[in-house]
T-cell receptor, first 115, second 114 residues
Framework: AQSVTQPDIHITVSEGASLELRCNYSYGATPYLFWYVQSPGQGLQLLLKYFSGDTLVQGIKGFEAEFKRSQSSFNLRKPSVHWSDAAEYFC?????????????FGGGTRVLVKP | NAGVTQTPKFQVLKTGQSMTLQCAQDMNHNSMYWYRQDPGMGLRLIYYSASEGTTDKGEVPNGYNVSRLNKREFSLRLESAAPSQTSVYFCASILRGPGGTEAFFGQGTRLTVV
C-alpha cells in the first residue's frame, strides 16, 4: 500500500531564510507526487506535481521540489521565505494506474515564519 | 468556473443525528473523493468514486456512506453522528488527462458533533 511520511510536524524559519520540507513515500512503482499548501481555514492549493521527466520540479510561489528515487523522497524547497508562506504543507502520492485513483497524504508540516 | 463546491461550510450536530454533506464539481471529472482532516494526521480518505456509478471504501469508511448521484455530485452521509466524527471534511475531484493529473479541492466543511 502506498504511504507518505512527513517527518517534521512543525518548522520555524526566519523571513528571508531558506526552507526545506521533507517528504518520503512508499510506493511500488513510479509515483505521481504532489505538494499542497493550506492556509488557515482554507482548502488545499496545489504547489507543484511530478509525474515523470526532469526530477527538479518548479511550482508556484517560488517553490521547487526534487524527486529522488533512490531515497524515495520528494522534498520541497524555497530559497527565501516570505511571511505569507506561513501555512501547513502536505505531500501526497497518487496511484492513478490502479483502479480507484487513490491519492494518499502525509500528516502535514506546519510552517511558522518569524519576522 | 466554480470548481468543487461543498455545502455546508459549517455544521454542528448532536450525537446520533444524521446529515449529508454535499459536493459538486463542474469540471466533468470522473473521479471524486471524500477526505477528513484531523490535526497531525493529514487528510485521510473516507470514500472515493472512480467513475459515475461506482464507489469504494478508503482508509476510514466506518460510520459513513456515500452516493455518486451523477457525474457532478458525490455526497457523504453520516447516519448517526459521533463525537469522533468531529473533523474538517474535504471533497476533491481528480482530472487525469494527457497533460497530467491534478486534484481539485473544495473549501471544506467544518463539522462538530457534540
Amino acid at each position: 500500500a502506498q504511504s507518505v511520511t512527513q517527518p517534521d510536524i512543525h518548522i520555524t524559519v526566519s523571513e528571508g531564510a531558506s526552507l526545506e520540507l521533507r517528504c518520503n513515500y512508499s510506493y511500488g512503482a513510479t509515483p505521481y507526487l504532489f505538494w499542497y499548501v493550506q492556509s488557515p481555514g482554507q482548502g488545499l492549493q496545489l504547489l507543484l506535481k511530478y509525474f515523470s521527466g526532469d526530477t527538479l520540479v518548479q511550482g508556484i510561489k517560488g517553490f521547487e521540489a526534487e524527486f529522488k528515487r533512490s531515497q524515495s523522497s520528494f522534498n520541497l524547497r524555497k530559497p527565501s521565505v516570505h511571511w505569507s508562506d506561513a501555512a501547513e504543507y502536505f505531500c501526497a502520492v497518487a496511484n492513478f494506474k490502479a483502479a480507484g485513483n487513490k491519492l494518499t497524504f502525509g500528516g502535514g508540516t506546519r510552517v511558522l515564519v518569524k519576522p | 468556473n466554480a470548481g468543487v463546491t461543498q455545502t455546508p461550510k459549517f455544521q454542528v450536530l448532536k450525537t446520533g443525528q444524521s446529515m449529508t454533506l454535499q459536493c459538486a464539481q463542474d469540471m466533468n471529472h470522473n473521479s471524486m473523493y471524500w477526505y477528513r482532516q484531523d490535526p497531525g494526521m493529514g487528510l485521510r480518505l473516507i470514500y472515493y468514486s472512480a467513475s459515475e456509478g461506482t464507489t469504494d471504501k478508503g482508509e476510514v469508511p466506518n460510520g459513513y456512506n456515500v452516493s455518486r448521484l451523477n457525474k457532478r455530485e458525490f455526497s457523504l452521509r453520516l447516519e448517526s453522528a459521533a463525537p469522533s466524527q468531529t473533523s474538517v471534511y474535504f471533497c476533491a475531484s481528480i482530472l487525469r488527462g494527457p497533460g497530467g493529473t491534478e486534484a481539485f479541492f473544495g473549501q471544506g466543511t467544518r463539522l462538530t458533533v457534540v
